[in-house]
């Protein structure tokens, strides 16, 4: 044995040592023979993406099955913005999740390949990563569908309503790409075109939208910079939202931040379970037209409850609600004052909320100051996260 | 060349030891169930129950952090658990599950006699007096959902749901919620148990929490449409009373099998 075969077998057994100590270090994606399609030649180096801290948002919590690289991070963007994803090229996810909209689309139900209306509006994907609890099973869509981001994904390319494609055919188009097996190379270390899988998409997909991450609005300078604060009309609003400030009791509040929730240095404003807050009527748990949760766990007490979503740049994703219902904040305002309709299931937190239905037409609106200071448009002209498809030359490195 | 096979196979051996844990001594196996109830029945959520006041009553959410789980051996060492727990029968939908309880499994326990165990109801005030943002990788202390930033507190429990006091004809509903957090709510509990802990075998400890007494008890009842809402609020408060009863309440209605 010559000498650098000998230094090739130590340091191979060193790789092992270090592999073998981090559990976490899966990122080599499956191993197949090389079929002559030359991806072997191109350098597989994943570098670990470097999330920036925010004040706010603590560590995210990643799954160990899906560490986010910079080379993941980097295919996932294009085929978030790729329309070849939708069976006629038409949309990309991105047409229901524009970046100048905290990644909403502005109708009351998105719409997919040839004007099909759907039944759902679209969710924002600022801060998405945060909804991933691993020890929950329902943490994405309105109804709560999918455990993990990485399910999520592959959802909306063969829904009817929306991309109306199949993964087998995605995964075609990719394959013979002139650009993607590199990407995928890079990525994940696949050795040839047929390792591209939808499995290996969704994960680059989740990356991406796992580095959506923003918390510069007006309610986070005044959090976190000196000198900056509310106006009087958002400080009470906040107030208001909140409840009890402070543990003082109050004479009025309105306790939103039961179901919006947030700590100082965990600021998503949103608690992700899932709650009815009262949308629509019903005199029993059969009676609701949407099932939400209940369509998915088949639990009938989980009929009519939905995610307690973001409110963070709620100034940005009008219309409001599961199904759109809500043009405006003043119309999601007088729905929760109301006391909302009736039903089984109604939020405790609303039911027995004391002050909740005397807001007055000030207190709504110092409400809406404060939710409008959650609106945060630092990542509108963010390049990382924009149409890779619009630069001159879109596949530069 | 057999030498560096020989080489290799001792690093990769070395490798996967280098990443075990330090060894201290022999482990066994060890699994904490809560399981509620209203008096005899499995308590389901959403369920009618009677109460003594010939009232219907439901509960809808009721959930808890438990902190500091500690076994006491017989020679008076003590075994720390875990440090925080959470018990959460809002998945009390069927008798199956609610019969089944919340199962905590830990593997790791030191074998031996042991006498006692004990823990918190609610968060340590260590704890508490951080956020969740400084427990990234814990699903309880690290989710802004159990955190009520108006006190600057945990929720250490929940209890909320619906109470019917004209069963029998229209009107009559309340709907209730308590929370309670704060340092000074917090309740520590110690149950009295003999039970040994083998390397083998699988130990099991039981515990029943009546929900009946958290409103019921003699001495300690909370008539519920009498003050049907709190979240805590300023010490010497009303709203701070009351939330503090509900936790204690909890606390007691706790016995071990």
Sequence with gaps: MNRPTRFAFFLFAVIGVIIACDPKDDILGPLSPNTGDGLDSIEYNPQAYQFPQINGLPAMQIPATNPVTVQGVRLGRYLFYEKMLSIDSSISCASCHRQDKAFTDGVPKSIGVDGTIGIRNSMSLINIGYSWRPNNAHNFMWDGMFRDLEDQVLAPVENPLEMKNNWEEVERRLRNHEHYPALFRKAFGINSKADITKELAAKAISQFMRTLNSADSKYDSVEWRAFNYFTESQQRGYELFLGDVNGAAVTKDAECAHCHSFSRNFATFARNNYTNNGLDSAQGYNDFIDKGLGGVTGILTDNGRFKEVTLRNIGLTAPYMHDGRFATLEEVLDHYVSGGHPSPNVGNELLTAPTLRTLSATDKADIIAFLNTLTDTSYFTKQEWSDPFLLPDPWAE | ?257
């Design chain 2, 1 to 257: 060349m057999k030498n560096i096979l020989l080489f290799c196979l001792a690093l990769i051996l070395f490798s996967a030891n280098s990443c075990k844990e330090p060894d201290r001594g022999p482990k066994g196996s060890l699994s904490i169930t809560f399981k509620a109830v209203y008096e005899n029945d499995p308590l389901l959520v959403f369920n009618d129950y009677l109460t003594p006041d010939g009232d219907k009553l439901q509960f809808h959410v009721f959930n808890f952090f438990l902190s500091d789980i500690e076994l006491i051996k017989d020679n008076d060492e003590v075994v720390r658990l875990k440090d925080v727990e959470y018990v959460d029968f809002n998945g009390n939908t069927d008798l199956n599950k609610a019969a089944a309880g919340i199962k905590f499994d830990l593997s790791e326990v030191e074998i031996g006699n042991y006498k006692a165990i004990r823990f918190g109801i609610g968060v340590e005030p260590g704890k508490n007096a951080k956020e969740p943002g400084d427990f990234p990788t814990d699903p309880y202390l690290g989710d802004p959902g159990n955190y009520w930033s108006a006190w600057n507190s945990y929720i250490f429990s929940r209890l909320e749901g619906r109470i019917d006091t004209l069963p029998n004809a229209a009107g009559g509903d309340v709907s209730y919620l308590y929370h309670s957090g704060v340092d000074g709510m917090y309740q520590t509990r110690s149950f009295t148990k003999t039970f040994e802990i083998s390397s083998n075998g699988n130990s099991e400890l039981i515990f029943k929490v009546n929900a009946k007494d958290i409103f019921y008890k003699s001495g300690a009842e909370i008539y519920i449409p009498n003050a049907n809402v709190s979240h805590s609020g300023a010490v010497g408060t009303p709203a701070y009373d009351l939330a503090r009863q509900t936790v204690i309440n909890i606390a007691n209605a706790i016995s071990i099998q």
